[in-house]
């Protein structure tokens, strides 16, 4: 099948409280939610801290940097979008300022992804959106 013939990707869901999550991505720019009361970063964007339950919250400009925690190679296209992706690297990141969050392993050999290696966080276009994708840090 030629690629450009592939349905599109599916876009992120907008979920209340990450508006500016995917507006700073699509601008290049990796950010968290940090609650003001108790400081606590957290990963997924969502209007109250998971913590203490402060909806006192701002954006920490995050260093997009972080290590595999856990991941696994996918060999069959969830999606037809995906058709031309497989193998992948569908990955936990562990994040440098603590949350863990789910991502994809892009511009590397999926078989050279290894757990507790270092990456840094990349923008994978999808429409008019940006996606926090994460490649190994040279
Ligand atoms: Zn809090």
Redesign the pocket.
């Known amino acids: 099948m030629n690629e450009s013939v592939l349905p599109q990707k599916p876009q992120p869901k907008m979920t209340p409280g990450a508006e500016h999550y995917w507006q700073s991505a699509t601008e290049e720019h990796f950010v968290l939610p940090q609650?003001e009361?108790?400081s606590?970063i957290f990963f997924y964007p969502r209007v109250w801290?998971p913590?203490?339950f402060?909806q006192n919250l701002s954006w920490y400009k995050a260093s997009g940097k972080g290590k595999v925690y856990s991941f696994s190679v996918v060999h069959q296209a969830p999606f037809p979008s995906y058709k031309n992706d497989v193998p992948y690297v569908l990955a936990i990141i562990a994040l440098q300022e603590g949350p863990h969050m789910m991502s994809n392993v892009i511009n590397c050999d999926p078989q050279s992804v290894l757990v507790d290696m270092p990456v840094s966080v990349t923008f994978e276009s999808r429409g008019e959106m940006k996606i926090p994708q994460f490649q190994p840090d040279n």
Do not use: M, R, T
């Open positions: 609650c009361d108790c606590e801290c913590k203490c402060s």
